[in-house]
């Protein structure tokens, strides 16, 4: 069993930067990808930026150069470095992680706002 949460959304201004973090506890035994999605108001929800555990690194091609995703094994925390946002940013983000067995689970979900 793994529980999520996510912390750090906001409102900010647009070229304004935010860091999200992502806490996983629970049993865990071993995760093996943890990701950022994001959902819009009247879009689907994408796939952000993702990070195996030896620290590959993915993002789509909207964010690349802006966003940073990293994490802390030891910790089972994933964090989401934003810089540069603009207002297409805005969305709900949501922590993803998969563990060594191919179980997917999610967080509740923040709030990120880029609005003047």
């Known amino acids: 069993q793994v529980q999520l949460v996510e912390s750090g959304g906001g409102l900010v201004q647009p070229g304004g930067s935010l860091r999200l973090s992502c806490a996983a506890s629970?049993?865990?035994?071993?995760?093996?990808?943890m990701a950022w999605d994001r959902q819009a108001p009247g879009k689907q929800r994408e796939l952000v930026a993702s990070i195996t555990r030896s620290g590959y690194t993915n993002y789509v091609a909207s964010v690349k150069g802006r966003f940073t995703i990293s994490r802390d094994n030891v910790k089972n925390t994933v964090y989401l470095q934003m810089n540069s946002l603009k207002p297409e940013d805005t969305a709900v983000y949501y922590c993803?992680?998969?563990?060594?067995?191919?179980?997917?689970?999610w967080g509740q979900g923040t709030q990120v706002t880029v609005s003047s």
């Open positions: 629970g049993s865990i035994s071993s995760i093996y990808t």
């Open positions: 993803e992680v998969v563990t060594g067995t191919f179980n997917t689970y």
